[in-house]
T-cell receptor
Framework: GAGVSQSPSNKVTEKGKDVELRCDPI?????LYWYRQRLGQGLEFLIY????????KSGLPSDRFSAERTGESVSTLTIQRTQQEDSAVYLC????????????FGPGTRLTVL | DQQVKQNSPSLSVQEGRISILNCDYT??????FLWYKKYPAEGPTFLIS?????DKNEDGRFTVFLNKSAKHLSLHIVPSQPGDSAVYFC????????????FGQGTRLTINP
């Protein structure tokens, strides 16, 4: 079956522009997560969606970052007025939900802000 | 503050020998731990996990050990194979039921033929 897919795979933008990143989770997975990985660092949690519950936004670094999810399908992560420090690989993961379910990751979107 | 730490940024092991990757955590409220493997330009791939009620979990060549009193876990790979060369991340979850993963910085494992 299809895994988690993300688009675009690479995005280069100019400082101050808005960008939108897309994630298609595994069908049937109720939980969806966004992480980012800066160069040489571990993965950093951004936001988590679980079914119809309010999302856990505790990892979003500033109000320039927002995310939406349509039902239990596609999610978009939007970064407004991008800054150079936003350059990173943005990774999406999905799972069946629950405390001990492994998260399956997509290949990521590499964002470069010039 | 770094709640999950992998203090070795890199590790080099000869093919056929045992690879031991280490991870320390600071928050005793974590109750679920995972190891992921990552190749360049790919997302992390789940390897093995362990619940805090256990101290060992084994899956083929991979074994994870958990020492809760020391807040330490390790991943053993034996025998090591060239295809095991990748970056390995440990991750933890479960504080107050939260499912988000807190990751270490990763250890780059190189298996030498």
């Amino acid at each position: 079956g299809a895994g988690v897919s993300q688009s675009p795979s690479n995005k280069v933008t100019e400082k101050g522009k808005d960008v939108e990143l897309r994630c298609d989770p595994i069908s049937g997975h109720t939980a969806l997560y966004w992480y980012r990985q800066r160069l040489g660092q571990g993965l950093e949690f951004l936001i988590y969606f679980q079914g119809n519950s309010a999302p856990d936004k505790s990892g979003l670094p500033s109000d320039r970052f927002s995310a939406e999810r349509t039902g239990e399908s596609v999610s978009t992560l939007t970064i407004q007025r991008t800054q150079q420090e936003d350059s990173a690989v943005y990774l999406c993961a999905s799972s069946r939900g629950g405390a001990e379910n492994e998260q399956f990751f997509g290949p990521g979107t590499r964002l470069t802000v010039l | 503050d770094q709640q999950v730490k992998q203090n070795s940024p890199s590790l080099s092991v000869q093919e056929g020998r045992i690879s031991i990757l280490n991870c320390d955590y600071t928050n005793s409220m974590f109750d679920y731990f995972l190891w992921y493997k990552k190749y360049p330009a790919e997302g992390p791939t789940f390897l093995i996990s362990i619940s805090s009620i256990k101290d060992k979990n084994e899956d083929g060549r991979f074994t994870v050990f958990l020492n809760k009193s020391a807040k330490h876990l390790s991943l053993h790979i034996v025998p090591s194979q060239p295809g095991d060369s990748a970056v390995y991340f440990c991750a933890a979850s479960g504080i107050q039921g939260a499912q988000k993963l807190v990751f270490g910085q990763g250890t780059r494992l190189t298996i030498n033929p």
